[in-house]
């Protein structure tokens, strides 16, 4: 599989994991008796959104990423692996343990049960904003490697 298929799968997958947990989000604060399919429909949706994203990531980080990790190091932003990259490694654990568990939760009676209602509220919260803490720390880790290669000189890099 090519690796700028896969750089690209990988945030796309999330960003919709985010998109589609908002749509949780909303869904809940209006549940009914009219939306539960939808809210069912959305979770699961997160749920392989969010893994995707996972898998995806997973999978170019052990295959692909060797190399840009060296060019981030040797660059001026080695924050962006030593701090950036080492916190996302540990940081995309949390809303893939939410998106997992939340069509359980999305599963309960969310019009009748206000505890239920206020768990998908809070797991879907906390979904799109580790979600997005995540996304902008792939920016930056991105950016790294771009200004590696742009203190380097390389043509094109600009």
């Known amino acids: 599989m090519n690796s700028d298929i896969l750089l690209f799968a990988h945030p796309t997958f999330g960003v919709l994991g985010i998109i ?16 539960v399919a939808r809210t069912k429909t959305a979770a699961l949706i997160v749920t392989g959104c969010i893994a995707m994203a996972g898998i995806l990531g997973g999978y170019w980080y052990v295959n692909f990423y060797a190399p840009e990790k060296a060019i981030i190091l040797k660059g001026p932003w080695p ?15 949390i809303p893939l343990i939410l998106a997992l568990y939340l069509p359980f939760a999305a ?21 799109a904003l580790s979600g997005l803490a995540i996304e902008g720390a792939g920016a930056v880790i991105n950016y790294g490697v771009k200004v590696a290669f742009v203190h380097t000189g390389v043509k094109g890099a600009e």
């Open 20 to 35: 589609a947990s908002v749509w949780v989000f909303v869904e809940t604060l209006n549940a009914s008796d009219v939306n």
């Open 107 to 127: 599963w309960d009676n969310l019009k009748g049960n206000k505890a239920a209602r206020n768990m998908v509220l809070v797991v879907t919260l906390l979904i």
């Open 79 to 93: 924050f962006a692996h030593n701090l950036v990259m080492e916190t996302k490694e540990h940081l995309f654990f």
